[in-house]
């Protein structure tokens, strides 16, 4: 499904902070999310995410719409607010059903409603992420176990099983023994 996100209302509800490095502590606390969310969401579904951040009083140079590792990023630059710009989005949106809203703010909840979006609270929806995330990494983690803990004794089984597999010069006969003898009597 697609996600329409509430830029600074999930920033809001998160545990991520800016780093060091250029830039204003603003900038590089969406930078930081934005680089959580890329990570954290699915590549097929990052072509399917657009996020919108509050630009009102933007300083010159920001633009009013750019791309983040497949993610599509706008600032309402021309909005009051975010909560506009999701609103106008949404009213555009050509398979609105086929759309989860993050947002914790009930004006973007309700105009999602009308349009038969599902929405979710942000802090929700982030904690759901993250748990996601953790089990991801703890089952990876655990393929990477499984690989470590292999004994001398399972690979030598393993090794006897597939000992008599056919050698990539001899291809093996996929057809069982007196398969079409029948047909080669006379």
């Given at each position: 499904m697609a996600l329409l996100i509430d830029?600074?209302?999930?920033?809001?509800v998160s545990d991520i902070f800016a780093g060091e490095g250029a830039?204003?502590?603003?900038?590089?606390?969406?930078?930081?999310l934005l680089?959580?969310?890329?990570?954290?969401?699915?590549p097929r579904e990052r072509n399917q995410t657009t996020i919108v951040f509050?630009?009102?009083g933007a300083p010159p140079g920001l633009p009013r719409s750019m791309t983040h590792?497949?993610?599509?990023?706008?600032?309402?630059?021309r909005h009051s607010d975010a909560d506009e710009m999701i609103e106008e989005l949404l009213e555009q949106?050509?398979?609105?059903?086929?759309?989860?809203?993050?947002?914790?703010?009930?004006r973007v909840q309700r105009a999602a409603r009308r349009r038969g979006a599902v929405f979710i609270d942000s802090e929700q929806w982030f904690t759901e992420l993250r748990a996601a995330r953790t089990q991801g990494a703890e089952k990876d983690k655990g393929h990477a176990d499984l690989d470590e803990k292999a004994t001398p004794d399972e690979i030598a089984h393993?090794?006897?099983?597939?000992?008599?597999?056919?050698?990539?010069?001899?291809?093996?006969?996929?057809f069982p023994p007196g398969y079409a003898d029948d047909m080669t009597e006379e």
């Open positions: 830029g600074y209302n999930l920033l809001h830039g204003t502590e603003l900038h590089r606390s969406r930078m930081a680089d959580f969310l890329a990570t954290s969401i699915d509050d630009a009102a590792e497949g993610m599509t990023i706008h600032f309402a630059r949106w050509p398979a609105p059903r086929e759309l989860v809203v993050v947002s914790s703010d009930h393993w090794v006897d099983e597939f000992a008599d597999a056919p050698s990539d010069d001899s291809p093996a006969n996929p």
